[in-house]
């Protein structure tokens, strides 16, 4: 498995802990940053990030800034991206279940580090339930 990451600064100390976690599983991680908690800007890492998914380089992808909010709206441009934010294992459960989300979006101010790493644990073991629920995520990309 692949995985694409980025975050903006509010979001990288977890990055860095998260890639921790998928390294120690066998997972290979492209990283595309940021690499510090210098103020940047989100979009500038949402959008690589939510190409390598797009693109099929990824299988999945993770954000993170600060809210969430910010760097999932910019990955949700993307046509064939259904980036989630998610604040519980619960939430992240979900959106793969029920909505094949194809980006897990962390809200690295809201969160522990643990929280962070056990949603993320959550989201990598869920698989899609399709079903009724393809038919709902056929219906979310624009033509």
Known sequence: MK?????????????????????SKSIEVKDFGTHSTESVDYPDYAHPTANAVE????????????SGNGIAMAA????????????????????RQHNNANILVLPARFIS???????????????????RH?????KIACS
């Not at 693109?55 to 600060?66: S, V």
């Not at 643990?114 to 079903?131: D, K, P, S």
């Not at 393809?134 to 056929?138: K, S």
């Open 3 to 23: 995985i694409a990451i980025g975050a903006d600064h509010a979001g990288f100390e977890l990055k860095e802990k998260i890639k921790q976690l998928l390294t």
């Open 55 to 66: 693109n099929k380089d990824a299988d999945l992808g993770i954000l993170l800034c600060g």
């Open 76 to 95: 949700n441009k993307h046509q064939n991206i259904r980036a989630a934010i998610c604040w519980t294992t619960e939430l992240a459960e979900l959106a």
């Open 113 to 131: 580090e643990e929280l962070g790493l056990n949603i993320v644990e959550a989201y990598l073991n869920t698989e899609f339930e399709g079903g």
């Open 134 to 138: 393809q038919r709902r995520v056929d």
